[in-house]
Nanobody, 115 residues
Framework: QVQLVESGGDLVQAGGSLRLSCAAS????????MGWYRQAPGNQREFVAA???????NYADSVKGRFTIARDNAKNTVFLQMNSLKPEDTGVYYC?????????WGQGTQVTVSS
C-alpha cells in the first residue's frame, strides 16, 4: 500500500504563488505515476497535473504555463508549484499515486485564492 500526506495549502491573493507537497510512504517502489487533482465546492474532482516515474509530465489546459509538477526522489515527495494563481484555482488539492492498477489518495489540502 501507499500512504500520501499533502501540505502547503493556504489563503493567497490572486497573482500569488504556493507550493504544495505530497509525501509518499509505504511501497514506494511500486508507484508508477503521481499527480494532483482538485475539487472546488459543488464541482467534481478534476485533474491538474501528473508525473510518471519516467519523468513525463501532463497538465490540465487551465494550468499550463502556471503550474509545475516535480519530485524529490530522495524525500519521496512530489511538489506542485503554482504561480499566477487565480480565484478559479480555489479548491481542495489532492495528491494521487497510481500503483499496479490501484489509485491512492491523500487527505487533501485547501487552497483559497482571493480576488
Amino acid at each position: 500500500q501507499v500512504q500520501l500526506v499533502e501540505s502547503g495549502g493556504d489563503l493567497v491573493q490572486a497573482g500569488g504563488s504556493l507550493r504544495l507537497s505530497c509525501a509518499a510512504s509505504g511501497i514506494i517502489e511500486s508507484i508508477q505515476a503521481m499527480g494532483w487533482y482538485r475539487q472546488a465546492p459543488g464541482n467534481q474532482r478534476e485533474f491538474v497535473a501528473a508525473l510518471t516515474t519516467g519523468g513525463s509530465t501532463n497538465y490540465a489546459d487551465s494550468v499550463k504555463g502556471r503550474f509545475t509538477i516535480a519530485r524529490d526522489n530522495a524525500k519521496n515527495t512530489v511538489f506542485l508549484q503554482m504561480n499566477s494563481l487565480k480565484p478559479e484555482d480555489t479548491g481542495v488539492y489532492y495528491c494521487n499515486a497510481f500503483s499496479y492498477g490501484l489509485g491512492y489518495w491523500g487527505q487533501g489540502t485547501q487552497v483559497t485564492v482571493s480576488s
